[in-house]
């Protein structure tokens, strides 16, 4: 059939009355569809400079394009991810870690990704500002100015939560920070400034809800603490970014196993809760978090063994760590089948997104690679032939 597109949106052609001067394009033989929308993915801001900056070793130099933009030969430069994304029928990517400070350099590299719009989430939650808040009693109106404040000056879509408190909480030596822990000299919960957030966004109407890091990542037997996370939503839409690696039990000899299967009967039981998976997938990448906590522990297991961790006095806190995921890892291959396990259990796909939490689990360019492992049981079947038999 024919599609009429007027101001950038599919129209009905009984409502046109210049079908004349309209521009034709011959699509024979090709499909129309909508454009996939990443909605995590990190592609901009100081983290992902930071990691072209340490890992030169992985720039593509045969790339000679626009020589006039910075890293232009770098393996995901701003030009490289805007192509590479199109060619896989993406057309909107979110980068879902833009700290406040940074916001006016994100947006300008942003805009050098050609082709897809790209958005990004401004990140609160460990900020001096909003900790003193709370400890001096700020009422949820005060709070809610300061988040509104917030995303209007960054610019943001909306509102990403790191590891709520964790940032200060690390300043004082703290090595582990759960949900209910208290911000050292603070006295306020990491649960308590999620919850003042989440209720912010909620009572200013912004359209996405916010955007939840949990505290514990890569814990062995954190499902509990994704789960809790979803229970301190009381209602409210949440959230919950990369869940692959909340995932985890504690079973076994090994003290590391899936709990997928628990992760996903209470995702099922909750609709206010959305969720992306982040799936790991074997070979070289680089971790990127603001979660200096999680980043700072692993910094040991950087492949090749270099890595960065920065810490800002009021703002927040970043970490980059090389890594290479391995088939003959026992670790590595669960944290391959629990990503895979989370797909296949959703009761309810439209709450569960695709992401590969780029480039932490896998390099974006490898979402045919998964798609291949969803969509095909015998290939997906084949590939766990290959792990550690206990997986």
């Given at each position: 059939?024919?599609?009429?597109?007027?101001?950038?949106?599919?129209?009905?052609?009984?409502?046109?009355?210049?079908?004349?001067?309209?521009?034709?394009?011959?699509?024979?033989?090709?499909?129309?569809?909508?454009?996939?929308?990443?909605?995590?993915?990190?592609?901009?801001?100081?983290?992902?400079?930071?990691?072209?900056?340490?890992?030169?070793?992985?720039?593509?130099?045969?790339?000679?394009?626009?020589?006039?933009?910075?890293?232009?030969?770098?393996?995901?430069?701003?030009?490289?991810?805007?192509?590479?994304?199109?060619?896989?029928?993406?057309?909107?990517?979110?980068?879902?870690?833009?700290?406040?400070?940074?916001?006016?350099?994100?947006?300008r590299e942003m805009a050098?990704?050609?082709?897809?719009?790209?958005?990004?989430?401004?990140?609160?939650?460990?900020?001096?500002?909003?900790?003193?808040?709370?400890?001096?009693?700020?009422?949820?109106?005060?709070?809610?100015?300061?988040?509104?404040?917030?995303?209007?000056?960054?610019?943001?879509?909306?509102?990403?939560?790191?590891?709520?408190?964790?940032?200060?909480?690390?300043?004082?030596?703290?090595?582990?920070?759960?949900?209910d822990d208290e911000v050292?000299?603070?006295?306020?919960?990491?649960?308590?400034?999620?919850?003042?957030?989440?209720?912010?966004?909620?009572?200013?109407?912004?359209?996405?809800?916010?955007?939840?890091?949990?505290?514990?990542?890569?814990?062995?037997?954190?499902?509990?603490?994704?789960?809790?996370?979803?229970?301190?939503?009381?209602g409210l839409p949440m959230?919950?970014?990369?869940?692959?690696?909340?995932?985890?039990?504690?079973?076994?000899?090994?003290?590391?196993?899936?709990?997928?299967?628990?992760?996903?009967?209470?995702?099922?039981?909750?609709?206010?809760?959305?969720?992306?998976?982040?799936?790991?997938?074997?070979?070289?990448?680089?971790?990127?978090?603001?979660?200096?906590?999680?980043?700072?522990?692993?910094?040991?297991?950087?492949?090749?063994?270099?890595?960065?961790?920065?810490?800002?006095?009021?703002?927040?806190?970043?970490?980059?760590?090389?890594?290479?995921?391995?088939?003959?890892?026992?670790?590595?291959?669960?944290?391959?089948?629990?990503?895979?396990?989370?797909?296949?259990?959703?009761?309810?796909?439209?709450?569960?997104?695709?992401?590969?939490?780029?480039?932490?689990?896998?390099?974006?360019?490898?979402?045919?690679?998964?798609?291949?492992?969803?969509?095909?049981?015998?290939?997906?079947?084949?590939?766990?032939?290959?792990?550690?038999?206990?997986?």
């Open positions: 059939m024919d599609l009429w597109i007027r101001d950038d949106r599919i129209v009905d052609p009984k409502n046109i009355s210049d079908k004349d001067s309209a521009i034709t394009y011959d699509l024979n033989g090709a499909i129309t569809m909508a454009g996939g929308v990443d909605i995590h993915s990190h592609i901009a801001g100081g983290n992902v400079n930071t990691a072209r900056l340490l890992l030169p070793d992985q720039h593509r130099n045969h790339l000679q394009r626009q020589e006039n933009l910075p890293f232009y030969n770098a393996r995901w430069s701003s030009f490289e991810t805007g192509y590479r994304y199109t060619e896989m029928g993406y057309s909107m990517v979110v980068e879902p870690a833009m700290l406040p400070v940074n916001a006016p350099q994100v947006h050098d990704i050609p082709i897809i719009d790209t958005a990004a989430l401004a990140i609160l939650g460990s900020d001096d500002l909003l900790v003193s808040m709370l400890r001096s009693g700020a009422s949820q109106d005060q709070i809610n100015d300061y988040v509104s404040w917030t995303i209007n000056t960054t610019q943001a879509l909306g509102l990403k939560v790191i590891n709520a408190g964790g940032s200060q909480a690390f300043k004082a030596g703290v090595e582990q920070f759960g949900l050292p000299d603070y006295g306020i919960s990491s649960r308590r400034l999620l919850t003042s957030l989440q209720i912010a966004v909620h009572q200013l109407g912004i359209p996405h809800p916010v955007h939840v890091h949990c505290n514990n990542l890569g814990v062995p037997g954190n499902v509990q603490t994704a789960i809790d996370t979803m229970e301190a939503a009381q959230h919950l970014a990369h869940v692959q690696f909340y995932g985890y039990g504690a079973e076994g000899t090994r003290g590391f196993s899936s709990a997928a299967a628990q992760l996903m009967e209470a995702f099922n039981r909750h609709p206010n809760i959305t969720m992306d998976v982040g799936q790991v997938l074997f070979g070289q990448t680089v971790t990127m978090s603001g979660d200096i906590i999680a980043q700072f522990s692993r910094r040991g297991d950087a492949s090749p063994h270099k890595w960065v961790m920065w810490h800002a006095e009021d703002e927040g806190s970043g970490g980059i760590v090389p890594y290479q995921y391995k088939k003959a890892s026992f670790v590595n291959g669960l944290q391959w089948a629990i990503g895979l396990e989370i797909f296949l259990l959703s009761g309810d796909p439209w709450r569960l997104f695709f992401t590969t939490d780029h480039p932490n689990g896998a390099p974006f360019t490898r979402y045919p690679d998964l798609l291949h492992l969803l969509m095909d049981y015998d290939f997906r079947m084949a590939c766990l032939a290959e792990l550690d038999p206990e997986i």
